[in-house]
């Protein structure tokens, strides 16, 4: 282009807008008149770069950048101004001294479609060293070199380059090419305009022609393992291709040059999770890994024509993305090394049949250990030797942690090193795996007891299972999801199942004991049958054994229940916990045995408290979870499936949602019966208890019961809708039909119908053993009536004996007795008033929030928020109320509710 003057520059400005050519390379938005985004020039994160697309000037208040759009063609593509004014004239589509309408066209495609190469390129030809302009997040910043790798042709000499680009979302790589444009100018394009595309080091290939070819991805790989090579004397070639893993640039590469080769391809080491959909944070296999789809991908290409293609398999010992250069670079590999490596992984590539190790299938059909999952900073694994649980912290997959699992000779085979394992590797691999991606789930994890598993009865022993009645010598079920985690040995001989008649010597048994009502015969029949099955039931019902001496309470615990149950219990006394038990139940579906549970003192009272709620919680199969905190700031839960009996003289039950789980059964001392003969009858009970209950009757005893547990459900369900009718409580239900149904199975092994199930309910007495008991709202109300206040005169009242002296008639007008009773109770939170509207009815009002009512509910269900309750009373209203202070809201409660009349 020769010389311009000022008349053609202007004309060649005016054919171009400012706007759209800046655009191009950083987003702009408009801001008044004007256009703004962050500038080019310098790093910044608020727009302070201006655009004026009527003056067609720009301008940074930044770094004070500014001009006209030549300007900054010019700084922005370092150019020169004679080149910045040719780069525009291509823009615009025209040539100097005419116009024509405006065709945007980046100067790539411009590149691409109008340049000429300039092979090779001179030596007195520098790169550039401007940076280069990469979009993120909508913005174009500039970002410098931080390295460059020469192609070089057949000839020896240099014909592009690959520049390396570090951005806040990884490295860049970018061709650069040297070109003559369509003006006839020569400058640099970042383009690859070689066609097919050239390969790096094919120089090489040229001047080596007969040496085997390594191939790997990338630059930096490639002459990482070269110089390797060279510095050995090892007579081989490594190359790489242009564009990485993209298919498209695998099939431009020039692999002509590679013809009649041996060849061996390294692929990088992937391990990436699926980003979407239902596999989401799974690891891919490998089959779908980009790194060796690309290596397969060559190696369909080079059979054709080549002597040999093997491929190096990645192993899963190493970290996503490893490659070569991490293998000389960070692992310090020398070429024995690498040699070693590259002989013992290499394998054919056979295209009907591709090696690929699959996840992890391959490594844990040999492993003597599984996988389980994770939590938050735990792996779990199950290893063969010990088969029990183990948990390793993340950071912690060392020798010291994974030699449990497995010996050292497996992971010598596994993960190789020159100094035995390389425990690194292992450790990558068991937190990248397949296995490792998936939740950890305690539920799926079972100890010792009996359990159901798809419709299976499993009985583990500890040691082993018994899988409908039949002894597997192993702690493994087919197609399970469940693991029976190894316990110590249970010891009970199963195999002599009772007869209809022998297990009736039970239950007639327990009918000879002196009972409160014969109601509770049942109650207890049913939970020495049911005790060793707790963890096959979905409902586990509870019992409490009260008596005072001398009725035989210790001999039915000693004699009857614990035998009974034998080694499917945990027995426990005195000041035990529910902490203690659940930490020593772990896994175990085994029942609990409390004998002496007194509540002596208030220290025992509220260790009996928790053990009674944790009974609670392991009524049903409700899915809740007991957790407690722990010393090191983690969550601990425990699911006991256990049912309790508790045996003391008193009973220490005060919730109403505990006395619907617990059944009451009272020994008492039968007072029409001559002493003499009573002692006579007690001791000929016992001699034939002693001779009935023995270790092998209740062996056999729980070999019947387990092998009737779908009959014992099954019958459950007809009982329990039966109560569930006839008291019209569905927890009663629960409660009464699984023990009716154990007791019923010790003289009937067959199905009971619903007709004889609801005759039999319809008949029995419930009185001693069921008390639907008040709601809650009226208990609370109970605690405050019944608290006894000393008045000012030193009497003592109750607030219900205060109330009735408030509400009674009274001839003197202003009685002052009545309202020194009214004002201490207005002391307390509490006001016994009438209705404002017709004064005929009356309220009680108890505040909302009060000091007064909080000291005497401290001790109680409800503490705070009594409110909430009370408000459960129908025709309850809500007022503010003033007491003492300031007003305050309050409940008021119908009185005729809370005081009826008497009959």
């Not at 799974?282 to 080079?302: C, H, M, N, R, S």
């Not at 614990?562 to 006394?573: Q, S, Y």
Request: glycine residues 6%.
């Amino acid at each position: 282009m020769g010389s311009m003057d000022k008349k053609e520059i202007d004309k060649l400005k005016s054919a171009v807008d400012i706007k759209r050519v800046i655009g191009q390379f950083i987003t702009l938005e408009r801001a008044g008149n004007e256009y703004k985004g962050c500038c080019p020039f310098h790093q910044e994160d608020t727009p302070s770069f201006h655009v004026n697309e009527e003056k067609q000037t720009y301008h940074c208040f930044g770094c004070d950048a500014g001009g006209d759009v030549i300007t900054f063609v010019q700084k922005f593509k370092g150019l020169s101004f004679r080149d910045a004014i040719s780069w525009l004239y291509d823009y615009s589509g025209q040539n100097p001294g005419e116009q024509r309408e405006i065709k945007k066209q980046t100067g790539k495609e411009v590149y691409k479609n109008n340049c000429r190469l300039i092979v090779p390129i001179p030596d007195n030809i520098q790169l550039p060293s401007q940076s280069f302009p990469v979009q993120i997040d909508g913005v174009y910043k500039q970002y410098p070199i931080t390295a460059t790798w020469a192609y070089r042709g057949a000839s020896g000499g240099v014909e592009t380059y690959d520049v390396r680009f570090d951005t806040p979302k990884g490295k860049m790589v970018a061709p650069l090419s040297y070109c003559v444009t369509p003006s006839g100018n020569n400058e640099w394009t970042w383009s690859e305009l070689h066609k097919p595309s050239l390969l790096y080091n094919t120089d090489l290939l040229s001047k080596y022609q007969e040496l085997p070819v390594f191939i790997v991805e990338g630059c930096k790989c490639a002459t990482a393992l070269q110089e390797q090579f060279d510095l050995n004397d090892v007579h081989s070639v490594v190359i790489t291709w242009r564009g990485g893993c993209n298919q498209t640039a695998i099939k431009k590469a020039d692999w002509e040059k590679v013809k009649n080769r041996d060849v061996v391809i390294w692929p990088d080491f992937d391990w990436k999770p699926y980003k979407t959909g239902q596999k989401k944070g799974e690891i891919k296999p490998l089959a779908e890994q980009d790194g060796y789809v690309a290596a397969l991908k060559i190696a369909t290409i080079l059979k054709v024509n080549n002597k040999k293609v093997e491929i190096l398999q990645p192993q899963p010992d190493k970290p996503d993305g490893w490659d070569c250069a991490d293998a000389i670079q960070i692992d310090k590999w020398d070429y024995v090394q690498i040699q070693e490596y590259i002989n013992k992984y290499k394998v054919p590539f056979d295209e009907k049949k591709t090696i690929t190790f699959t996840d992890s299938s391959t490594f844990f059909k040999t492993a003597p250990f599984s996988c389980l999952g994770y939590d938050d900073i735990n792996r779990y694994y199950f290893p063969e030797v010990t088969q029990k649980v183990k948990a390793i912290k993340e950071d912690g997959h060392n020798a010291t942690a994974l030699l449990p699992l497995a010996p050292k000779e497996f992971w010598i085979e596994w993960f190789p090193h020159k100094e035995g394992v390389d425990w690194q590797g292992a450790a990558s691999y068991l937190l990248h795996c397949k296995e490792s991606q998936k939740v950890y789930n305690r539920r799926n994890i079972r100890g010792r007891g009996a359990w159901i598993d798809k419709d299976r009865i499993v009985l583990h022993m500890g040691d082993r299972l018994v899988v409908d009645g039949k002894d597997s010598q192993k702690l493994k079920i087919d197609n399970s999801i469940y693991i029976y985690e190894k316990g110590i040995s249970i010891e009970d001989n199963l195999t002599n199942p009772l007869s209809d008649a022998d297990s009736g010597k039970l239950l007639d048994i327990i009918d000879k004991l002196n009972f409160a009502s014969k109601s509770q015969v049942i109650a207890l029949a049913g939970f020495c049958v049911l005790a060793p099955i707790c963890g096959a039931l979905s409902w586990r019902p509870h019992v409490w054994l009260t008596g005072g001496k001398g009725t035989g309470k210790t001999t039915v615990m000693r004699d009857i229940v614990k035998m009974c149950i034998g080694p499917f219990a945990l027995n426990i006394i005195g000041d035990s916990s529910a902490k203690g038990i659940s930490q020593t139940l772990r896994l175990d579906a085994l029942s609990v045995i409390y004998d002496e549970s007194e509540g002596e003192n208030r220290k025992r009272k509220e260790r009996i408290q928790e053990i009674i709620e944790l009974a609670r919680i392991s009524s049903s199969e409700s899915g809740a979870r007991e957790v407690k905190g722990s010393s090191n700031f983690k969550a601990v839960d425990f699911e006991t499936r256990s049912m309790f009996i508790m045996a003391s003289t008193g009973v220490n039950i005060f919730k109403s949602t505990d006395q619907s789980r617990f059944t009451i059964v009272e020994l008492v001392i039968p007072r029409n019966v001559n002493p003499a003969v009573r002692t006579k009858e007690w001791q000929d009970l016992e001699k034939r208890i002693k001779e009935t209950i023995t270790p092998e009757y209740c062996s056999s005893l729980r070999a019947r019961t387990i092998g009737n547990i779908p009959i014992i459900k099954k019958n459950a369900e007809i009982f329990s809708n039966a109560v569930a009718n006839h008291l019209d409580d569905k927890r009663a239900g629960d409660q009464f039909g699984i023990l009716f149904s154990a007791a019923y199975s010790l003289a009937n092994s067959g199905e009971v119908d619903s007709n004889s199930a609801a005759v039999f309910v319809k008949e029995f007495d419930f009185s001693s053993v069921y008390d639907r008991g008040l709601d809650d709202e009226y208990r609370l109300i109970n605690v405050l009536l019944q608290h006894v206040m000393k008045l000012d005169n030193n009497k003592e009242l109750s607030i219900e004996e205060m109330i009735g002296e408030i509400m009674a008639p009274s001839l003197v007008e202003g009685d002052e007795a009545k309202m020194a009773l009214y004002n201490q109770l207005k002391r307390i939170g509490i006001r016994a008033d009438r209705d404002y509207c017709y004064r005929t009815k009356w309220f009680l009002w108890i505040a909302n929030a009060h000091s007064g009512i909080e000291k005497i509910l401290d001790e109680s269900e409800w503490p705070r928020k009594w409110s909430y309750i009370l408000k459960r009373f129908p025709g309850s209203v809500q007022k503010n109320l003033r007491y003492t202070g300031t007003p305050t809201m309050s409940t008021g409660i119908p009185m005729e509710l809370i005081l009826p009349k008497e009959d």
